[in-house]
């Protein structure tokens, strides 16, 4: 990440508005901007499968599911934060599991770059369903966008909810339901 363009752009984003970038308060804005962006897209230069390279034997053919995680992401439309949770459930094929902190971390990789809330959900599933290699995967998403509720049509509390459901999942409405019960119980 190039801080120095950052900086660049953050004083030139104050004059523009009208704002005095020497003005006490403004002074350090820029390299606090620059560091706050290194941790918004510190996932851009992340692989999220390598947060799941480390998996386990243990004998369940079960849906596992971590509800509730949460998270927030920046909105590549409007540079805007959206933050809500996720919950990923998955069943394990061949006894392959991964440790509990490995899902959330998938989720605060690949939400830590420019999304959009449907490609987040996606890359999440499609990271577990590459990497584990379960019967299938379901991911649901709930999120607040600010770019509804501080401009545009000014919505507070507004969720978007978006789902991706892979494998054993899609193809059985039954174990389907079973996952989408325990999300919502």
Not at 78 to 105: C, D, M, Q, T, W
Not at 138 to 163: D, F, N, Q, Y
Request: charged share 30%; proline share 4%.
């Amino acid at each position: 990440m190039d801080t120095a363009k950052i900086k660049k752009a953050v004083l030139m984003i104050l004059e523009a508005i009208g704002e005095d970038p020497k003005r006490e308060g403004l002074k350090e804005t820029p390299e606090r901007v620059a560091r706050m962006y290194e941790d918004f897209f510190s996932g851009l230069h992340k692989n999220p499968k390598d947060d799941l390279k480390t998996t386990y034997s243990q004998e369940h053919d079960e849906i596992i599911l971590l509800k509730d995680i949460s998270f927030y992401s920046i909105c590549e439309h409007h540079l805007l934060p959206f933050l809500g949770k996720a919950h990923v459930a998955y069943i394990p094929e061949k006894n392959r599991v991964v440790g509990l902190s490995k899902l959330a971390r998938v989720v605060e990789t690949v939400s830590k770059k420019p999304q959009m809330q449907e490609r987040l959900t996606s890359e999440i599933a499609n990271t577990i369903m590459e990497s584990l290699k379960p019967k299938g995967v379901i991911v649901v998403i709930h999120a607040e966008h600010l770019c509804m509720t501080m401009r545009g049509i000014k919505k507070p509390g507004s969720h978007m909810v978006t789902s991706a459901v892979k494998g054993i999942f899609r193809k059985n409405s039954t174990t389907r339901a079973e996952a989408f019960a325990l999300i919502n119980g």
